[in-house]
């Protein structure tokens, strides 16, 4: 399914089922009072828009390698989505920096397309040395989300429609015009 965001043709409260894909790298990294604190910047995708930037501000548990921050994604067409970000890296190594982890993403809000979203997104992945990949999937609703069809079964519909249509024509008039020649022939042969 894709993703479109069609302000002028929103429908209220669309639910859609979706998918995120994210690259980016942590900096003012600050390790105190038994926290770790990051800031990611990331850029990727949600559904089919691409060049989406993806914000978080980690407050990771050394102890329980828990971590509970926040996002906020931003749309190239100004648009922002946000809420909290949870992620269990109990498996990423403090000495290599590095390994797998799970995230889930709740959205309480945003501007623009995302005005009012709400929903959940799950996923993990990887973080290493220099920089992390993370990715998943799940279900938002809002009143600017709408599920538009896969872009071969609209043009499909369209298509097969404008044939029936010409099918329906042609066969009307080829068989006015079969019947004109019967009775234009029919009238010829009376004159003679």
């Known amino acids: 399914m894709s993703l479109a965001f069609l302000g ?66 931003r749309f190239p067409d100004g648009s922002t989505a946000s809420g909290n970000l949870h992620e269990d890296d109990t498996d990423v190594s403090l000495e290599t920096s590095s390994g797998p982890f799970t995230q889930t993403l709740t959205f309480t809000g945003g501007t623009g397309m995302f005005v009012d979203v709400s929903g959940v997104l799950t996923g993990g992945g990887n973080i290493y040395p220099t920089y992390y990949t993370t990715s998943g999937e799940g279900t938002l609703t809002g009143p600017g989300l709408v599920l538009t069809p896969e872009p ?3 043009f499909l519909c369209v298509v097969g429609s404008v044939l029936i249509f010409l099918s329906v ?21 009376a004159l003679h």
């Open 8 to 73: 002028a043709q929103a429908l209220e409260g669309s639910t859609i089922h979706t998918t995120y894909a994210f690259t980016g790298s942590a900096g003012n990294i600050v390790i105190e009072n038994g926290f770790l604190t990051a800031d990611g910047v990331a850029s990727g995708s949600l559904g089919n828009t691409t060049g989406v930037e993806f914000d978080t501000h980690n407050n990771i548990n050394l102890t329980t390698l828990q971590n509970f921050g926040t996002f906020t994604m």
């Open 152 to 154: 071969g079964s609209s």
């Open 169 to 189: 024509g042609t066969r009307l008039v080829a068989g006015r015009g079969l019947r004109d020649c019967r009775t234009s022939n029919a009238s010829a042969g």
